[in-house]
Each structure stands twice: as structure tokens, then as C-alpha cells.
T-cell receptor, first 110, second 115 residues
Framework: DAKTTQPTSMDCAEGRAANLPCNHS???????VYWYRQIHSQGPQYIIH???NNETNEMASLIITEDRKSSTLILPHATLRDTAVYYC???????????FGEGTQLTVNP | DTEVTQTPKHLVMGMTNKKSLKCEQH?????MYWYKQKAKKPPELMFV???????INESVPSRFSPECPNSSLLNLHLHALQPEDSALYLC??????????????FGSGTRLTVV
């Protein structure tokens, strides 16, 4: 599975959009981009995933560049409860591993 | 039911004790996982069960012994642990496209302290 690079930490004001970037320049054609988050002392929570089209669900939007070498997770109206570590993971459709990188600590400030 | 339930939530054990962690899901997922997470680090994969058979062991020491008695249950038996094994132990299960819950679903974990 391709390696990902994320900023170590980010801050966002409550009510504003949080845009979390992820670089995955070695992604291959059949690999999906997944986003999970982990609120302190809880298990990771699935947010969204995509292959090449932009995706949106009730939690977030995922924007994947045309060359698929990077993506951005967008939380449209961040709340204090969105403070968490956000993990960007690239994974193929076969195999069983979900491998976490270091992730981005997002802090939403009042 | 769209949850993975782990018990106990907290566990303190001595280095000579034997204890077990339990994980349960009723989503019909046939892949189940154990992860270990040290403070301020990402989760690290330990074991994968697929259709109740061990498919991946990430070179985990034998003092950790996984067991999958049926498709809904996953255990992690602990024996002769060391203080450095203190961590958050996470269980997860995986759904497939078209299933009720897609992707990996994680439990809240067991916070283990070895004294």
C-alpha cells in the first residue's frame, strides 16, 4: 500500500471549514484513499473514502486531485467535537491490512 | 447493531497473571483485527482473522495469543506480559461493499496496564 504524508498538526476556528491535506504520490490505480479519525482515547472512526471522484457524505467531503497524488478532507463547519487525529490511508482492494501513518492532530478552537 | 464491543475497558495485570481481552461484533463481518496503540502513536496491526482463521501475525511475541471461537467473537489471551506491553488494545472488524457498515469498524479499546 502507498505511503502517505500529512502535516503533524493543524488548527481551525470553530464554525470554519477545516481542510486537511494528504500527499500520496506513489498511489497506484486500484488504491483507494480512506480517511479515519481518532478522538482521544477512543477507537478510530471511518469518515469517508474515494478512488478518483470527489465524495461527500454527512460527515465530510473528499477532494482527490486529477493525478490522484494528493487529496483533501474537508469538514465544512468544524466543531469542538471534531478535535481529533485524522489519518489518511491508501489501500488497495485486496489484502487485509489497514496501516496507519502518524496522522494530523486537528484542534478546533472556540 | 453497528458496533464492535470490547471488554473490559480497563485492565491492570501483574507480569505473572493470565488475562483475556474480548471483542464482539454482530454485523456479519468475517474479518477481525487486533491492533496495539501506544500513547501518541498510531495503531499498529497485531493479528488478522479471516473467516475465523488466523491470516496475519505481525511477528507478535507469543505472550499474546489470539483466538477466534466463532465469527462474532475475538479474544486476545495475555500471559507473562511486560510493563512495555501497556497500551490501548483495539479490536476492529471489516465490512465489504454492500454491507450495512462499510469499511473498518473499531471498538473503543481496552486500556491495559502491566505492573
Amino acid at each position: 500500500d502507498a505511503k502517505t504524508t500529512q502535516p503533524t498538526s493543524m488548527d481551525c476556528a470553530e464554525g470554519r471549514a477545516a481542510n486537511l491535506p494528504c500527499n500520496h504520490s506513489t498511489i497506484s490505480g486500484n488504491e483507494y484513499v480512506y480517511w479515519y479519525r481518532q478522538i482521544h482515547s477512543q477507537g478510530p472512526q471511518y469518515i469517508i473514502h474515494g478512488l478518483k471522484n470527489n465524495e461527500t457524505n454527512e460527515m465530510a467531503s473528499l477532494i482527490i486531485t486529477e493525478d490522484r497524488k494528493s487529496s483533501t478532507l474537508i469538514l465544512p463547519h468544524a466543531t469542538l467535537r471534531d478535535t481529533a487525529v485524522y489519518y489518511c490511508i491508501v489501500r488497495g482492494t485486496s489484502g487485509s491490512r489497514l496501516t496507519f501513518g502518524e496522522g494530523t492532530q486537528l484542534t478546533v478552537n472556540p | 447493531d453497528t458496533e464492535v464491543t470490547q471488554t473490559p475497558k480497563h485492565l491492570v495485570m501483574g507480569m505473572t497473571n493470565k488475562k483475556s481481552l474480548k471483542c464482539e461484533q454482530h454485523m456479519g463481518h468475517r474479518a477481525m483485527y487486533w491492533y496495539k496503540q501506544k500513547a501518541k502513536k498510531p495503531p499498529e496491526l497485531m493479528f488478522v482473522y479471516s473467516y475465523e482463521k488466523l491470516s496475519i501475525n505481525e511477528s507478535v511475541p507469543s505472550r499474546f495469543s489470539p483466538e477466534c471461537p466463532n465469527s462474532s467473537l475475538l479474544n486476545l489471551h495475555l500471559h507473562a506480559l511486560q510493563p512495555e506491553d501497556s497500551a490501548l488494545y483495539l479490536c476492529a472488524s471489516r465490512g465489504f461493499r454492500g454491507s450495512m457498515v462499510y469499511g473498518y469498524t473499531f471498538g473503543s479499546g481496552t486500556r491495559l496496564t502491566v505492573v
